[in-house]
């Protein structure tokens, strides 16, 4: 079994920063990308950002573009800035064990249980 735990979330004001951590554990595996998802109180659960393993290729939705960075080490990370209050949501950290768009969160067969990130104006 794989398990993905967050951290990092929490209350900021809007033009704020944070930044976000994913740490793996359990079985060993090689995913094809993880990535970053976010949902907001009655909406869908929305891609954020992808990094593929090699690490080459990154992914972003447009609402978060020149704001927010993912990168990878021994964990998983997403830098947060210039945030916005419409950016409040829980995020959660996955990785990508299917072929297809990174962006599809039906080919994440791991996940994690989320953190929450409020940004106030």
């Known amino acids: 079994q794989v398990q993905l735990v967050e951290s990092g979330g929490g209350l900021v004001q809007a033009g704020g920063s944070l930044r976000l951590s994913c740490a793996a554990s359990g079985r060993t595996f090689t995913p094809l990308a993880m990535g970053w998802f976010r949902q907001a109180p009655g909406k869908e659960r929305e891609f954020v950002a992808a990094l593929s393993w090699s690490g080459r290729n990154t992914d972003y939705a447009d609402s978060v573009k020149a704001r927010f960075s993912i990168s990878r080490d021994n964990a998983m990370y997403l830098q947060m800035n210039s945030l916005k209050p419409e950016d409040t949501a829980v995020y959660y950290c996955?990785?990508?064990?299917?072929?297809?768009?990174?962006?599809?969160?039906?080919?994440?067969?791991?996940w994690g249980q989320g953190t929450q990130v409020t940004v106030s104006s």
């Open positions: 996955a990785a990508k064990t299917d072929t297809g768009s990174v962006n599809l969160r039906g080919l994440y067969a791991y």
